[in-house]
């Protein structure tokens, strides 16, 4: 019996929509072409609808403030566009089965989890009845679905506006439940954060600011738990007229009289918890902090910018710390999107200007949303010269969050970061531009003399105006060049240079570079027992650094590199490892090792272009040991081609991390076999 299909879906996947930001459509993973403003608003005006029918009438009156003669066959068009787009497998004059006509109108009869509203509505919703660790799970979850405003392009339409404040109001009160299981399951230290920006953001509040304060308490700060609640009555009563309700009163009583119902199971501080409060930087920190909450009050524009400097702080510490940093980092950046004010969110973006020294993002999704933050920030700041610098951070922002791919964007928005930090002569802003254009230099093969000059000018300016991460950076952009142009005593000195700058200023990530760079050094040496060694130890460094990019994949890898070590023998590899996201490049390689000739080849045919990263050479030769194998000579023209301009290179040690041996002796190898004979 033939299984039915669901709705929206076929041969191609599903359908799904995505209007918690602006309003997208996508199957299997690729977004699909709405065309233009009206096209989009029709479709979302359906999803507003939730599977009823809207009569064209309110079609027509939603779209148009004053409609035209031809309004009915307008919206007619956009449909017809739009069942285009979202069925292209629909034989002609089929009946649609998702965006389907029915009686005065149309309905999108989407099933219940292809639109990330309704996802979340259910997740938010379902949360209520699980264990605060499920709770806390399925919260995370449904939180990360937002990109952005929920119908962001639609927020001056009417239609849109009812939808848009309850999705918003739900999403309030998930960040909240979300506090509030964190605080259940004795985790009161991480809610304060979340806290913190929720309250600055949204002070009518009651909820949160109880929460702010709760949390507070747990974690040994009642002097700052009872300033949250003063500031949340000085803002109740200065902005809506208001005293604090019941609950929040009751709080400060017991917290002030101390009442045990207030404590967790067990609430008292570990020893090293104890041993640190005592220290003289605790101590400041709480009474920095007492004084901030005094002086700043609840200002919502004054704290997230405050918030995104600490967490440019926490992102430089590793391990959790950059996870925890990724995570509020956009929260504040939609928070400050809410506001309404692109010149707080141009800052908001823009103060996030941590050092980034590897070309793979750690979390792709991320990346996307602030890049389309940015871009819609771009688009609203008001024209003239005041607002330069904070363009400069924006598009130096693109370039960063855009790295490791082939958008044409991310390069030219490093160009413009570039141009304009060079006019304000700003050493910051430079500094932070130059990131930018290191993260864009990975276009082709050959590139580490750019990349070494970029290094030199980041070392030079950062030593200059003090800026220590940029330095620090600098001497890694340099590290990495230097190895790929076989300079290794330069190498060295940078490596040593970044050690001391690390150790002086408490800047843990960046051993771990240097680190895989001594592991790279002695597998250049020829030693390989030793590399081998010293790259597990390298790996497990890396493990709970908070870098996915850099981690997944990347000892197997390393060791494949090693075995590899210049020879023409096809190195057996474990396809059971986990190889990441150089799987692809792995499959060939893995066919050939257990005899499967005809698939390892048509592996190798499918092959894309390596990603325009670090590893771009060293995943080109990959590609040459299984074309060198199997003699396919269309695949060995395009990495010849590929490989030429590094020539004189060591293939992959611009990573600073691995090796492939001089990509001279590869080009030699494919050209002998390109000749059908041996290398000479």
Known sequence: MERRRPVGSGALGPVGFGVLGPVVAERDGAALALKGPRHRAVLARLIVARRRVVPVARLVDDLWDDPPAGAVGAVQTFVGALRRALEPERPPRAPARLLVTEG?????????????????????????????????????EALALWRGPAYAEFAADGWARGERSRLAELRLQAVERRAAAHLALGRAAEAVPDLDAHTAAHPWRE???????????????????????????????????????????????????????LRPDDGRLTAPESEAAD?????????????????????????????????????????????????????????????????LTARVIGAYDVPAIWSRGDDP?????????????????????????????LLATVALETRGTDAPRGPAAARQAEAIARRLDDPALLAFALNGTFMQSFTRAGLAPRRDRTGAELVALAARHALVTSEVLGHLVRLQARSA???????DR??????????????????VFTQWYG??????????????????????RLDGAGMPGLERGLLPLALL?????????VPVVDPGDDWGPYRPWIEPLARLGAGQGAEARAALRELMEPPRDHLYEALCCLEAVAALALGERPVLERVHARLRPAAGELAGAGSGLVTLGPVDDWLARIAGSLRGGPAR
């Open 104 to 140: 005065p109108g149309y309905a999108l009869r989407a099933e219940s989890g292809a639109v990330d509203a309704w996802r979340f509505e259910a997740a938010v919703t379902g949360a209520a009845r699980l264990s605060p660790g499920e709770a806390l799970d399925r919260l995370e």
């Open 279 to 343: 220290t003289v930087a605790a101590r400041l920190w709480a009474r920095a902090t007492q004084a901030y909450d005094r002086t700043v009050a609840a200002g919502a524009r004054a704290r997230l910018e405050s918030t995104v400097g600490l967490l440019r702080g926490l992102a430089v510490t590793g391990g959790g710390g950059l996870a925890a940093a990724r995570e509020h980092r956009m929260a504040a950046v939609v928070a400050a999107e809410e506001s309404g004010d692109p010149e």
């Open 485 to 491: 142009l076989a300079d290794f005593p330069a190498a």
């Open 561 to 569: 590199c090693l075995r590899i070590g210049g020879t023409d023998a």
């Open 519 to 540: 592991a790279l050094r002695l597998a250049a040496a020829g030693e390989r027992d030793e590399a081998e060694t010293a790259y597990r130890a390298a790996a497990a």
């Open 365 to 393: 999704e991320l990346a996307g949303r602030l890049v389309a933050a940015a871009e819609r920030t771009l688009a609203a700041l008001p024209p003239g010269a005041e607002h330069a610098a904070a363009r400069c951070r």
């Open 207 to 261: 909820d949160a600011w109880r929460l702010l304060a709760l949390a507070l308490y747990r974690t040994e700060r009642q002097a700052d738990a009872l300033a949250v609640l003063r500031r949340a009555r000085s803002t109740l009563a200065g902005r809506l007229g208001l005293d604090p309700g019941p609950a929040l009163r009751r709080l400060e009583h017991d917290i002030l009289t101390q009442s045990p119902h």
């Open 494 to 511: 940078h490596a040593a240079a970044v050690d001391r700058l690390a150790e002086r200023h408490e800047l843990p990530l960046a051993g």
